[in-house]
């Protein structure tokens, strides 16, 4: 039976004001809502247990390769960016435990997002007049 053994609530007050700061140059930059609200979301991030103690620390690193023995043989593995150069986030945390055992619900200011229909080869990066990029799979976001 898959369930979740235990949820621990996570303060990093470094984090915490360079989110608020992305927040408020989104919003300067009128990156917001038809209310005037910066986008804001909750979601999963999957990775493995080693890593969660770093990504709480020090936020997400986007070259940052996996730990030794995550591969096949105990090697270093490549970082898989189907989706393009990022840090990936889903709503569904099903979706995030494919990329490891260690999962993270983070709330996200997501800017101007893209959307995204894959077509079978890995896209560019996200454009410049975009901050992120919502991958829309058979309908789906």
């Not at 840090?87 to 997501?110: E, I, N, R």
Request: proline content about 5%; glycine content about 10%.
């Amino acid at each position: 039976c898959d369930a979740i053994e235990s949820i621990t609530y996570i303060q990093n007050e470094k984090l915490e004001a360079e989110y608020a700061w992305q927040k408020e140059v989104f919003k300067q930059h009128k990156k917001v809502d038809e209310n005037g609200v910066v986008r804001e979301m909750f979601l999963f991030h999957g990775t493995s247990e080693e890593n969660i103690k770093s990504i709480i620390k020090n936020n997400f690193r986007i070259d940052c390769l996996p730990h030794p023995g995550e591969g096949e043989n105990g090697q270093r593995r490549a970082k898989s960016m189907v989706f393009g150069r990022g840090v990936y986030f889903s709503c569904l945390p099903a979706v995030s435990l494919m990329y490891g055992t260690g999962l993270l619900l983070c709330k996200v200011v997501l800017g101007t997002c893209q959307e995204f229909q894959p077509q079978g080869e890995i896209p560019p990066d996200i454009p410049d007049m975009f901050d992120s990029r919502e991958v829309i799979k058979d309908g789906v976001g």
